[in-house]
């Protein structure tokens, strides 16, 4: 019944290989080890870089080669050359290249590329949060400050964030902290949200996205060389800006592995595991965490959260709380516990003394604004030193963008029950959160109904990351190509039905354990058929490969 | 079949190896600590800490050091100190927004809450930051990036078309027609090919490829990649960066925060700062005793020295690249900052490419501009782009894949880098105001440029190179010798000790040109010209008494 790969999926499959390959037989044999295993991020763009140069370029180069390259792989930063970073990697500029190939009239076995690789809300159709552009419109261009179609609230809001610029203009530079009156605004909305903890504006950080503040602590952490070189801990799967940023600050990454039988739980006994692990060969000096959870979509249990705090206090560990699904929370009898709040709980004596940065973003809860780049840290416990060297560290980039700075304000200071934007705001934000959740659920049911495909509740985030059985021809052929046997999986799945998911290889997983990552943002009827394209190709896969039976978990 | 199954098996047995710690020893643990997680009264330390939070943070460490050795506090000592922590780090210095500037902004706290000072407000003339000095928004722009930002306005008649047409254009370029997803971690496509066709006219027809072209969080973002692409090997082997001196900090801080190693070459104050090819020979060859220089950093149109490069400079510092195989970053985020009779820019790629393919088909060049500068003093959006030419195309692949894990650059400021790109045509609606607004603005720059030449240099002890281009001044100071003493038993830069008295009698916050580097025995500070005019003649008028004062207090 089914039809053997076509050409055209051979050719996929076989391209990437070549890519591999010609890495692999680069000469220099020192760098060949390390390059077959960064292969991943390897674009295929390779070939026409500088294609329209490059006749040019041929001719001189024929005749008598002038000029050696300043820069190339072998004289690169190497550091950098380490970075990988799956979630834009390979597998979406394998996507891009067939969308263009589409839009140029081009035949494929779909009509679109459906990218539920990243968590891009608004690409996926999601609509913004009407207020908060309103009043990114209003700081914009004030003269609309006039304008009878905008409600008084946005308009109060606008008029505020100005007055915190310099000559009232979104086009000045602010504090390279942030401007002063968002800085309070995030420090009430986090007073709030813990229930009444206070919350210092001065330990507050604004900054481009979360990953820039994610770097910057990370960047202040790293020290020491050989056994006492700063070792990361990271949870498997995570988030792979971890694993880049550690590889360009060449820390060392320790792994410490999520329970995906007890629904990616964090076991504490594993951190234990993992940090005796690692003092064996570097300082352990800080533990990340990523609650809710990404890729994994697990909501951390208060006592978790306790646990790791109390592990953390103990071991002298820095700890990093990404915090940016805070907002999204689907399972029910799950809520999200911020880290501070719960380090407050466990008294002064924690409380006072365990450093502490977590993170927030405009990209993902409700509001999904990914492209202003806005986001904040929080930071605890910092020694005043340190603090002003990080000050200093963040003023060489002068400051976060003031839009997205402005935006993340609307996050920390919605409308009120009592202002004429309330209703709106509140509809909108309950129908974005509601259809979240709905979709949460149909993914994880229509998943565990595929034979091979086992997929935890997804409790928050914006993600599934399913386990998949892949046949051992299929590993085989994987191995033979050099490539991740998930990466094959994806691969095929995007060529033959234009779906584009990350394979878990890029963000890690146990070994011999197979997975990917898929976004639950496509309105609800394109995840649907998403859906029944992914169930129908892995049971085409499951054939392909010889198997009809799968052992079940 | 069967040897998945196995594996799932293996993982079965891997799960029950992990070596736990006793878990009994766990709990043990926890309820040792269960009372605090009642939280009996956390409230005192709270008002403590808070009373803490009013001192220096200097003796705010202090006390807290003295509570641990009390006990007070918690036993365990910060994972993060000033002595643990990234030293590379700590050797970053970024003088534009360093003390003089913090100090600065507690003035105006003060001033704010009644204190009593000699002036009633603070000028910050230390950094290029055109809005905060009341230079009003392009109309323009920043109709289209309302439209981007809020849709609905595109129904609204009060908008020109030619507005909404770039609106549409650019909301077409983004996923699901919003400004709030993510781009291409290299930018939007049409904005890419817009500054492609930009650079092409600018460049008198020299093609370039949207390809090469990756959109920035400022210029500033596109020059740390660069650098961060460039650095490796160890000891002499290590990657040696020329900059000019005096430089933009932004280049010594990357430099020092990357490991890479400065190689200062110096621009001539007494001809009018200009480069020096011999300069470049003298320094290259003295760096490559204890280093391996690999690239060579321009400023042009010049920060903080205001030069503008003649093109016959340009030629020469390409050739000397070409031979001595530097690679070459051009920063002209000043392109249409030039002011001067007889000056002109030029922009690197041009010239190169006018010099024939010998080296236009090998002279690795990345070029940086921004919307922070120019007639449009964008700064907040974090606008900008590189354009690469003649990078290794798997250097270029490790390029895209470095962007890529930030995601992309805040996609307003694209927009907006979009639109200096493609401002509004002869015939558009929005044409004429456009231009009168342009205008007014470049030539109150050129005013003002001038104006501060002619003052500094009517003061004793002041030597003003023109302005030719660029947003500031860097004049030549005479320090007395007494002053130059106090400051070195502070241990302070005596342009330091000079800036920082300055502020503190006249309010006028300006940066120290110790902070860019100078010739030993020189000083210098550094003032933007952007001030309104009327202002800035106070500013200088101010200036001059206070240098005048400083040199008879100290003589």
């Not at chain 1, 051979?10 to 037989?25: D, I, N, P």
């Not at chain 1, 041929?58 to 799956?86: D, F, G």
């Not at chain 1, 820039?212 to 792979?240: E, F, H, N």
């Not at chain 2, 600065?104 to 910050?124: R, S």
Request: aromatic residues 8%; glycine residues 8%; contains cysteine.
């Amino acid at each position: 019944m089914h039809r053997l790969p076509s050409s055209a999926n051979r050719s996929l499959v076989a391209g990437a290989l070549e890519q591999y390959c010609a890495l692999v037989m680069r000469p220099k044999s020192k760098t060949i080890r390390q390059e077959s295993v960064r292969f991943k991020t390897q674009g295929p763009i390779e070939s026409y870089g500088l294609k329209r140069y490059s006749t040019a370029e041929a001719t001189v180069a024929s005749t008598s080669k002038i000029r050696e390259k300043t820069l190339t792989m072998e004289t690169l930063n190497p550091q950098v050359k380490a970075v990988e970073y799956a979630v834009r990697g390979l597998i979406v500029m394998k996507a891009d290249e067939i969308e263009r190939c589409l839009r140029e009239g081009g035949k494929q076995p779909f009509t679109e590329v459906i990218k539920a690789n990243i968590g891009d809300a608004h690409a996926m159709g999601q609509q913004p949060i009407t207020f908060l552009r309103q009043v990114v419109a209003l700081c914009t261009f004030p003269e609309l400050m006039d304008s009878p179609g905008f409600p008084e609230d946005a308009k109060a809001r606008a008029q505020r964030i100005l007055r915190g610029c310099g000559g009232t203009s979104l086009g000045s530079y602010t504090a390279s902290q942030g401007v002063e009156c968002i800085r309070q605004d995030i420090a009430t909305y986090i007073g709030q949200r813990d229930q009444g903890v206070p919350a210092d504006w001065n330990n507050i950080f604004l900054t481009t996205g979360a990953s820039d503040g994610i770097v910057s602590i990370l960047k202040m952490l790293v020290s020491g060389q050989g056994a006492s070189r700063t070792g990361v801990m990271i949870p498997i799967p995570q988030y792979p800006l971890y694993s880049a940023a550690i590889a360009e600050m060449e820390a060392v990454q320790i792994n410490y592995y999520l329970d995906e039988d007890n629904c990616w739980a964090l076991d504490i006994n594993e951190l234990h595991r993992a940090y005796q692990a690692a003092r064996e060969h570097c300082q352990p000096r800080v533990i990340c965490i990523i609650n809710p959870g990404n890729p994994t979509g697990q909501v951390q249990s208060r006592k978790c959260i306790e646990e790791v705090l109390h592990f953390a206090y103990e071991e002298n560990l820095f700890v990093m709380s990404d915090e940016v699904y805070q907002d999204n929370v689907y399972a029910s009898g799950c809520k999200f516990h911020s880290f501070k709040k719960v380090l407050f709980e466990m008294g002064p004596e924690y409380f006072n003394s365990v450093e502490l940065a977590s993170f927030h973003s405009t990209s993902k809860g409700y509001t999904g604004e990914c492209g202003f780049r806005g986001g904040y840290m929080e930071v605890l416990n910092l020694d005043p030193e340190v603090k002003a060297q990080l000050l200093k560290l963040r003023s060489v980039q002068l400051c976060p963008p003031v839009s997205g700075q402005a935006a993340m304000d609307i996050i920390a200071n919605p409308p009120q029950p009592d202002e004429p934007s309330f209703s709106l705001f509140h509809q909108e934000k309950t129908a974005v959160l509601g259809s979240l959740k709905e979709k949460a659920q149909l993914t994880e049911e229509i998943l565990n109904s595929v034979p091979g495909i086992q997929c935890n509740p997804v409790q928050g985030a914006m993600y599934a990351f399913p386990r998949l059985f892949i046949p051992p021809k299929a590993v085989e052929q994987a191995k033979a190509l050099g490539m991740q046997p998930d990466m094959l999986y994806c691969l095929r799945l995007l060529e033959e039905t234009g779906i584009c998911l990350v394979p878990g290889s890029g963000f890690g997983q146990r070994e011999g354990t197979y997975h990917f990552r898929m976004t639950i943002l496509p309105t609800k009827e394109k995840l649907k058929v998403l859906l029944d394209k992914v169930s129908d190709f892995h049971i085409k896969f499951l054939k392909d490969y010889g198997t009809s039976e799968v052992p079940r978990g | 079949m069967l040897p998945s199954r196995s594996v799932w098996i293996c993982i079965q047995r891997e799960k029950k190896h992990i070596c736990h710690r006793s878990s009994q020893h766990v709990t043990g643990l926890l309820k040792s600590s269960g009372s605090p997680v009642i939280t009996p009264s956390p409230l005192s330390s709270f008002s403590f800490s808070k009373s803490l939070s009013g001192l220096s943070a200097a003796r705010r460490g202090l006390i807290q050091r003295k509570m641990s050795e009390n006990g007070v506090t918690a036993r365990r000592s910060k994972v993060l100190t000033i002595d643990t922590m990234n030293a590379t780090v700590k050797k970053v210095e970024y003088a534009v927004r360093g003390p003089i500037v913090q100090r600065a902004v507690q003035i105006e706290k003060e001033l704010k809450e009644g204190a009593k000072k000699p002036f009633t407000e603070v000028i910050k003339a230390n950094i290029g930051d055109a809005h905060a000095m009341g230079q009003q928004p392009i109309t323009f722009f920043r109709q289209v990036l309302a439209l981007c930002s809020y849709p609905e306005l595109l129904k609204d008649s009060n908008f020109p078309e030619d507005a909404k047409h770039r609106a549409r254009r650019i909301l077409q370029g983004c996923g699901g027609e919003s400004i709030g997803a993510y781009s291409a971690s290299q930018g939007i496509d049409c904005i890419r090919q817009d500054v492609a066709r930009y650079i092409e006219r600018r460049d008198g027809g020299v093609p370039c490829d949207p390809d090469n072209v990756f959109l920035s969080t400022g210029a500033s973002d596109g020059i740390v990649t660069m650098l961060k692409l460039l650095v490796a090997g160890e000891g002499r082997n290590r990657t040696g960066i020329m900059i000019s001196i005096p430089q933009y900090p932004l280049y010594s801080a990357a430099l020092a925060e990357l490991g890479a190693v400065q190689v200062n070459y110096y621009l001539d104050e007494e001809k009018c700062w200009g480069l020096d090819i011999s300069e470049l020979q003298r320094s290259l060859e003295a760096a490559r005793q204890h280093c391996n220089p690999r690239a060579l950093c321009i400023i042009n149109p010049g920060n903080p020295t205001g030069q503008v490069q003649s093109r016959q400079c340009i030629e020469d510092v390409i050739r000397f690249a070409a031979k001595e195989n530097l690679f070459l970053m051009a920063d002209e985020v000043y392109q249409d900052n030039v002011y001067a009779d007889g000056c002109q820019f030029h922009s690197f790629k041009k010239v190169l490419f006018e010099m024939g393919p010998e080296y236009s088909n090998t002279v690795e060049l990345a070029s940086f501009h921004s919307t922070s500068k120019c007639y449009m003093g964008e700064c907040g959006f974090r606008g900008g782009y590189m354009e690469v030419i003649n990078l290794d195309p798997e250097v270029k692949e490790q390029l895209s894949k470095l962007v890529s894990v930030r995601l992309c650059p805040p996609v307003p400021g694209q927009a907006l880098m979009g639109l200096v790109v493609n401002p509004p045509q002869p015939g558009e609606p929005s044409y004429t105001t456009f231009m009168k607004e342009r205008t007014a603005v470049l030539s109150a720059l050129a005013e003002k440029a001038k104006l501060t030449e002619q003052i500094l240099n009517t003061v004793p002890g002041i030597a003003c190179n023109p302005v030719q281009g660029a947003m500031y001044s860097f004049p030549r100071i005479t320090l007395p010798e007494r002053a130059v003493k106090e400051a070195k038993e502070k241990g302070q830069a005596p342009d330091m000790l000079y800036c920082m008295k300055l502020l503190e009698e006249t309010g006028i916050c300006l940066v120290p040109g110790s902070g860019f580097g100078q010739r030993d025995g020189t000083y210098h500070f550094r003032m933007t010209i952007l001030p309104p005019v009327d202002k800035l003649q106070i500013l200088l008028s101010k200036l001059k008494e206070f240098h005048q004062r400083f040199t008879k207090q100290y003589s």
